[in-house]
């Protein structure tokens, strides 16, 4: 498997397990198991309208379900096994998915009245999710060639 850059295998697997084990696997399961919690720490907005309480558990509820996939990928791309590359193409594919969901879903909120998302944490979070998705996929169709 050859490197696009020196421990890129490392580099990726390292901002996998942060951007999606740990912020959208473990946060999500913690708002799943107990919303109040997740609320009361941060992880959900504590003023967001019913309907959006709704989208936002199932959406929590899809994350825990496929997110533990993230750590899985990030220990077997440290490993440099095969089949960590081949897993990552899940966490790459997804966090571009969500990074792009994220910025329409808060601007249709802002548009809807709701705008609960400070500005620097939205183009935050957008910036971490597609980099680390798009770096993610570079690096795993890298090592195919």
Known sequence: MDNLFPYDNIIVAVLIFIMGFLFHWVGQLISVLNWDFATKIGLQESKM?????????????ADSMIGWIYGL????????????YKLAWFPGAILIYHSISYW???DNRKKDGHDLTPAPLRIGWTIANIVTGLLTIIVVWNSYK
């Open 73 to 84: 990928a990030a220990v077997g791309l440290i490993l440099r096994t095969e089949w960590g």
């Open 49 to 61: 309208p019913k309907e959006y309480k709704v989208y936002e558990h199932a959406i929590a509820v």
């Open 104 to 106: 329409f879903w808060t």
